[in-house]
């Protein structure tokens, strides 16, 4: 099973961690494990269930298990249970730059964007290149109008080839005058995404 999970057979990962659970059903790192291969095939409710089961056997199994937590309530919108998710992830895991990026995200959803710039920042000293977390950082001190700083965050992120990150560039350039230069964005983010409808509507119109 966890070879379908490393490889993204997630749905023969349900099946051979179910029949593992058949065999030894209080085995908290196969129902976690389970939770994963669930939360990738985007059933929240099931990972949620599976990942709550590995917890009530071992509460401090991984970060990855409350990662996945996190992700599940994060989907269904129960934003406060994603956040204590995230953080207790955090405690067992401090130096994963991704589960930082995952509590900054939430903040920003929940509006709280001090508390998600802190935890971008955290996720990109953790990993300076995570184009994720940059891309991220951008987009919100673009909607908080700190367009210089979402400008210098996001050209960091284009360091990598993310289309999201150039149409998030162009659209901070556009908004603030730098039309050719909001156009090359544009079309790079196509270049990487040819079906990027967003980027071939603004593009359009500027």
């Not at 994603?82 to 953080?87: G, H, K, S």
């Not at 990993?127 to 977390?133: G, L, R, S």
Request: hydrophobic share 40%; net charge neutral; glycine share 6%.
């Amino acid at each position: 099973g966890v070879s379908y999970n490393n490889s993204g057979h997630y749905g023969d990962a349900i099946d051979a961690f179910k029949h593992a659970l058949e065999l030894r059903p209080d085995r908290a790192e196969t129902l976690s494990e389970l939770a994963y291969a669930y939360s990738k095939s985007g059933q929240s409710q099931e990972a949620i269930d599976y990942g709550m089961k590995a917890i009530s056997l071992r509460p401090d199994i991984n970060g990855i298990t409350y990662n996945t937590l996190g992700v599940g309530y994060f989907k269904l919108e129960k934003r406060e249970q994603a956040l204590e998710a995230f953080e207790h992830a955090i405690k067992l895991e401090p130096n994963n730059a991704a589960f930082y990026n995952n509590l900054g995200y939430t903040y920003a959803e929940l509006g709280q964007f001090k508390d998600a710039l802190v935890a971008y920042q955290q996720a990109i000293r953790l990993k300076p290149d995570y184009a994720i977390a940059l891309n991220n950082l951008g987009t919100m001190l673009c909607s908080s109008r700190q367009y210089r700083e979402a400008i210098e965050t996001l050209k960091q992120a284009i360091k990598s080839p993310m289309p999201e990150a150039h149409y998030n560039l162009g659209y901070v350039l556009s908004l603030t005058g730098h039309k050719k230069e909001a156009i090359q964005s544009y079309k790079n983010a196509i270049m990487l995404k040819a079906d990027f409808a967003e980027a071939y509507v603004n593009l359009a119109v500027l």
